[in-house]
């Protein structure tokens, strides 16, 4: 005979535990302590299971019963119910608990251990905890709707920040592809939204290729009154034309003088494979004149605060501004793009140059090849370089 609420209302508690059936399988469980626990019987590939349906009178007769007609539902359909529901329960509590922000972190320190550049996890740390995190990063990464996204992103674009929405776009891409692979998300938002912000205006970094300005340039930086490090650092940035992030984090145990070679580690550089640079007689010089001041250090250019820590990363660029060189004049990363232009200006092998810079072909084999052949053509072109470098000076 099918319960009624009467029944279920009176139902006390005896010396054991007894059930009262209402059909189909569902029967409510009376302890001892009087407690009331709607209870499920079925059988599934020949075993005979139950699971529960929660607490009477928190849930009453009628839910009891939708709850047990679903069941019968999955059954027919060759499901577990009682599995099903420990999947379900386990699929909501990883949502609540895996939120953006903690899996965020998990992608930094994922980066971080696979070897990626300092520069590239305080990138990225940056705009996924400090620009995303506030509005992201305490919200359980399956729920988060494209629209969220959205409304973030056109919030950066509008402040006129179009490079930092697209590039917000995709690491926010990354995370959710991370939470995918670990069972914590099924899809990427992100991939709706493809199109959906304005292409970036392209900025180019600003750099001197006229001789005659270069000149006046180089004659400034010879005679800037700051800290001693700092003016080196530009000297062997211009000398070497490397990356300033690869000038800041020079090492000394990256340098062989004897052998007139900076070799950057792989770690440290954009394209992540290592980079040999053949050093100038010019560039020597400047190394020792730097080494009386941070030979106690393992960096060659380090901070004026410490020698244990580099220059900051806007420390040449603050250094142009004060010698009166504007951002829209020049920038430290500006002396790569100089001398590309006026060696090529002056007839040297692009290839040559291109090695020189440290950049990577897109061909493997010819990668390697250029790598081992242009080394003698590059140690020339260096030195032909610094000689440029002075001759520029002198003729003002």
């Known amino acids: 005979?099918?319960?009624?609420?009467?029944?279920?209302?009176?139902?006390?508690?005896?010396?054991?535990?007894?059930?009262?059936?209402?059909?189909?399988?569902?029967?409510?469980?009376?302890?001892?302590?009087?407690?009331?626990?709607?209870?499920?019987?079925?059988?599934?590939?020949?075993?005979q299971k139950k699971f529960s349906h929660g607490v009477y009178p928190?849930?009453?007769?009628?839910?009891?019963?939708?709850?047990?007609?679903?069941?019968?539902?999955?059954?027919?359909?060759?499901?577990?119910?009682?599995?099903?529901?420990?999947?379900?329960?386990?699929?909501?509590?990883?949502?609540?608990?895996?939120?953006?922000?903690?899996?965020?972190?998990?992608?930094?320190?994922?980066?971080?251990?696979?070897?990626?550049?300092?520069?590239?996890?305080?990138?990225?740390?940056?705009?996924?905890?400090?620009l995303a995190g506030p509005e992201l990063g305490a919200r359980p990464i399956a729920d988060i709707s494209p629209a969220e996204i959205l409304a973030l992103l056109q919030k950066i674009e509008r402040s006129g920040r179009r490079e930092t929405a697209r590039r917000l776009r995709s690491v926010i891409g990354t995370v959710f592809r991370l939470a995918i692979a670990t069972l914590r998300a099924e899809d990427d938002p992100t991939h709706l939204l493809r199109?959906?912000?304005?292409?970036?205006?392209?900025?180019?970094?600003?750099?001197?290729?006229?001789?005659?300005?270069?000149?006046?340039?180089?004659?400034?930086?010879?005679?800037y009154d700051g800290w001693p490090t700092l003016r080196c650092a530009l000297q062997f940035t211009a000398l070497t034309f490397a990356r300033p992030g690869e000038v800041r984090g020079a090492t000394w145990k990256e340098i062989d003088m004897e052998e007139a070679v900076w070799r950057i580690d792989g770690a440290r550089t954009k394209v992540r494979r290592p980079h040999d640079v053949p050093l100038s007689r010019q560039a020597l010089e400047v190394l020792r004149g730097v080494m009386d001041i941070t030979h106690k250090g393992a960096l060659v250019f380090s901070s004026i605060r410490s020698?244990?820590?580099?220059?900051?990363?806007?420390?040449?660029?603050?250094?142009?501004?004060?010698?009166?060189f504007t951002q829209d004049e020049m920038t430290a990363h500006g002396f790569r793009a100089?001398?590309?232009?006026?060696?090529?200006?002056?007839?040297?092998?692009?290839?040559?140059?291109?090695?020189?810079?440290?950049?990577?072909?897109?061909?493997?084999?010819?990668?390697?090849?250029n790598r081992?052949?242009?080394?003698?053509?590059?140690?020339?072109?260096?030195?032909?370089?610094?000689?440029?470098?002075?001759?520029l000076r002198r003729t003002l």
């Open 58 to 130: 928190s849930v009453p007769l009628a839910e009891a019963r939708r709850l047990r007609d679903e069941a019968k539902k999955l059954l027919a359909s060759g499901v577990d119910p009682g599995a099903n529901k420990k999947a379900a329960k386990l699929t909501a509590i990883i949502s609540a608990t895996n939120t953006f922000g903690g899996i965020a972190e998990e992608y930094l320190q994922r980066i971080e251990d696979e070897g990626a550049a300092e520069s590239t996890v305080t990138k990225n740390r940056w705009l996924l905890i400090d």
């Open 338 to 369: 100089a001398a590309s232009s006026i060696l090529n200006e002056r007839g040297f092998r692009p290839d040559v140059i291109e090695a020189a810079l440290g950049h990577q072909d897109q061909n493997e084999i010819r990668r390697a090849y």
């Open 195 to 223: 199109g959906a912000l304005k292409a970036p205006k392209t900025q180019h970094r600003a750099a001197i290729t006229d001789e005659k300005q270069l000149g006046a340039l180089l004659a400034a930086i010879d005679v």
């Open 307 to 324: 020698h244990a820590r580099p220059l900051s990363e806007n420390a040449m660029n603050a250094a142009l501004r004060r010698m009166g």
């Open 1 to 47: 005979m099918a319960l009624t609420d009467t029944a279920c209302r009176c139902a006390k508690g005896r010396d054991t535990e007894y059930k009262l059936s209402d059909g189909g399988g569902l029967y409510l469980l009376v302890k001892p302590s009087g407690s009331r626990l709607w209870n499920q019987a079925y059988r599934f590939r020949g075993k």
């Open 372 to 391: 081992a052949s242009y080394w003698t053509e590059r140690v020339e072109l260096m030195q032909a370089w610094a000689d440029c470098l002075d001759q």
